[in-house]
Structure formats: structure tokens, C-alpha cells
């Protein structure tokens, strides 16, 4: 029996192997054959080189330790950019397809910690005006009156989620709001629109109203 040959053998089946547990999940069952062949490779690679030419053990036992990592970060890293590899991997889904209203949550968020008014009462649903924009919003638990200032806390899935604030406290932590917001903090008030029924009051999206 030829070792020499049956250790190349081995190894490059256990090098195969390697990549093969890569991508096809298999409990452990491949990973166990990859230790097998690596080991068996290197008994043999002992017996055909040991007694006869210690230098070539040597050699082929650098070329193991070099080839195992290699072939590794090949296929973790080099071989899913290629278009075999695209092909044979399943690519991971996009956040937005995983995650709902990721792009509303995503442009919401940049409203964190601006100051706006509140334009519906809020029980605790409502509206709020930020930085011209109108949107849903809800108190932490509180009643707001409408043309009250609000300060934007966080999200609670797509809707904002505000407590108000006095004209000091907008001084005091330096927000760069308009003197409208300011206003509305040192004195709240209906904002600048039509008249509404007590119903509509009540809730936090717009209601058209008849001009006639």
C-alpha cells in the first residue's frame, strides 16, 4: 500500500469535505468525516515519510496546517461572492422585508427629540404638527390640550410619542424651534383652523369640514 498517495488522498477529500460542511448543514455527520480524513491523512502521511524522509513529513505536515484555514475563510468568506456560490447559498432577506414600516420607523425617527403642537386632543391618541408635517401621535398616559407644544420621545411602532412642554424647558435644553412652538408653550391654545364638533375633537386623524 502506498501511503504517500493515500495521504494526499485523504486530505483532499477532507479539504472537499470542509467545504461541503459549508454549505450543507448536516447535524455534525460532515464534520465528523473531515476529522476523520485529516487524521487518517496524517497517519498515513507519518508512515510514508517518518522512517524514509523526515523532510517531506515536514513539508506535507506545513501544507495541512496551511490548507485547512485556507480552504475555511475560502468558503465563508470568497467562494458566497462568487456566482456558483450565489447560486448555492440562499441570500439573506432584506431588513425592510422583515421588519414592517421599517422605512416609515426609519424616517420617523429623525423627529426624535424635536419639538412640535399638538393639533388634535390627545386621549392620549392625536396629531401632532412637527416641523410642518402632520402626524399620528400619542401622550405617555397625560391629556394635551390642542396648540399645546410637544416634545417628541420616542416611537411606539409608527406613531410618535410626545409629552408637552413649557416655553422654559424649550429655552433650556436649546431646541431650534419657531417662536410659533414657543408661543404655544407659555400660552395654549386652539391653533388657526375651523371650527370643530365635540366629536371630532375626539379623534386623531382629519376630518374634512364643509366650506358651504
Not at 495541512?64 to 467562494?79: C, D, S
Not at 416634545?151 to 417662536?179: F, P, Y
Amino acid at each position: 500500500m502506498d501511503y504517500s498517495i493515500l495521504a494526499i488522498t485523504l486530505l483532499l477529500l477532507g479539504l472537499a469535505l470542509l467545504v461541503a460542511e459549508v454549505f450543507l448543514p448536516s447535524g455534525g455527520i460532515i464534520s465528523a468525516l473531515v476529522a476523520i480524513c485529516i487524521i487518517g491523512s496524517l497517519w498515513c502521511g507519518w508512515s510514508a515519510w517518518w522512517e524514509t524522509g523526515r523532510v517531506y513529513f515536514w513539508i506535507y505536515l506545513a501544507a495541512t496546517l496551511i490548507l485547512l484555514p485556507a480552504v475555511l475563510i475560502g468558503a465563508l468568506v470568497v467562494l458566497p461572492q462568487t456566482s456558483i456560490g450565489k447560486k448555492v447559498l440562499l441570500e439573506a432577506p432584506h431588513l425592510d422585508d422583515i421588519t414592517p414600516h421599517a422605512a416609515e420607523i426609519r424616517r420617523l425617527s429623525q423627529y426624535i427629540g424635536k419639538i412640535g403642537e399638538a393639533v388634535t386632543l390627545h386621549s392620549p391618541g392625536g396629531m401632532v404638527m412637527v416641523e410642518g408635517e402632520r402626524m399620528h401621535s400619542e401622550s405617555e398616559g397625560m391629556l394635551i390640550e390642542p396648540g399645546t407644544a410637544v416634545e417628541v420621545l420616542r416611537l411606539n411602532a409608527t406613531r410618535l410619542v410626545v409629552r408637552s412642554v413649557s416655553s422654559k424647558e424649550i429655552k433650556e435644553t436649546g431646541h431650534d424651534v419657531d417662536r410659533t412652538a414657543i408661543a404655544a408653550a407659555d400660552e395654549p391654545a386652539v391653533p388657526n383652523r375651523l371650527p370643530m364638533t365635540p366629536k371630532q375633537e375626539l379623534v386623531d386623524f382629519d376630518v374634512p369640514v364643509d366650506d358651504a
